[in-house]
């Protein structure tokens, strides 16, 4: 059974700060890997999709790699932005398809 | 493109009355997922559906859920009976048919159970 892990909880860091974000996953039989943001009392934003044969994906001031044989994904952000404050969730699909099991996130606080 | 369309955003149910929750997908999309998110708790899948097909209910609670994607018109959670327990936000996601596309996530629904 697929389980997915971030570390740390929870985050805060001041502006300006480069973060680094974990995710692990326990089962490395992998279709693809999704960050999402969540604002507090909203839905989900996709920041990034990764494919099991890619690297990594950049998007803007965000990075994010895998690992798949470790069972390992990171979320870099880079210069920090008091704008950036949410909760980051890491999600992975398994090898048949359908559903994204999801880590319980990682709460950043960004201060100005 | 509208995205994901949930509603309602928010729901009032006093306790052994039904929830109706509907999520029309991405234009485009023809799967719909439903995942529920309790208070201080992570996003739990609930069940996968394609149109008229029930493909994976492995996380749906064994009585009182239940769902369904019609050949028309939006995918629809419907809970019989809540007890405060349900009181959740419940979201709704679709993706197009590769599995190679990422999902698209709604609003959300926000469940409250008096």
């Known amino acids: 059974k697929q389980e997915v892990t971030q570390i740390p909880a929870a985050l805060s860091v001041p502006e300006g700060e480069n973060l680094v974000l974990n995710c692990s996953f326990t089962?490395?039989?992998?279709?693809?890997l999704q960050w999402f943001r969540q604002d507090p009392g909203k839905g989900l934003t996709s920041l990034l999709l990764?494919?099991?044969?890619?690297r990594e994906q950049t998007s803007g001031r965000l990075n994010a790699s895998l690992d798949k044989s470790s069972g390992r994904s990171t979320l870099y952000i880079a210069a920090s932005q008091p704008g950036d404050s949410a909760t980051y969730l890491c999600?992975?699909?398994?090898?048949?398809?359908?559903?994204?099991?999801f880590g319980q996130g990682t709460e950043l606080s960004v201060k100005p | 493109n509208a995205g994901v369309m949930q509603n309602p955003r928010h729901l009032v149910r006093r306790r052994g009355q039904e929830a109706r929750l509907r999520c029309s997908p991405m234009k485009g999309h023809s799967h719909v997922y439903w995942y529920r998110q309790l208070p201080e708790e992570g996003l739990k899948f609930m069940v996968y559906l394609q149109k008229e097909n029930i493909i994976d209910e492995s996380g749906m609670p064994k009585e009182r859920f239940s769902a369904e994607f019609p050949k028309e018109g939006p995918s629809i959670l419907r809970i019989q009976q809540v007890v405060r327990g349900d009181s959740a936000a419940y979201f709704c996601?679709?993706?197009?048919?590769?599995?190679?596309?990422?999902?698209?996530f709604g609003s959300g629904t926000r469940l409250t159970v008096v």
């Open positions: 996601a679709s993706s197009r048919d590769s599995f190679a596309y990422g999902y698209t």
């Open positions: 990764i494919q099991s044969s890619q």
């Open positions: 089962d490395s039989a992998i279709y693809n």
């Open positions: 999600a992975v699909r398994g090898n048949q398809g359908g559903k994204l099991i």
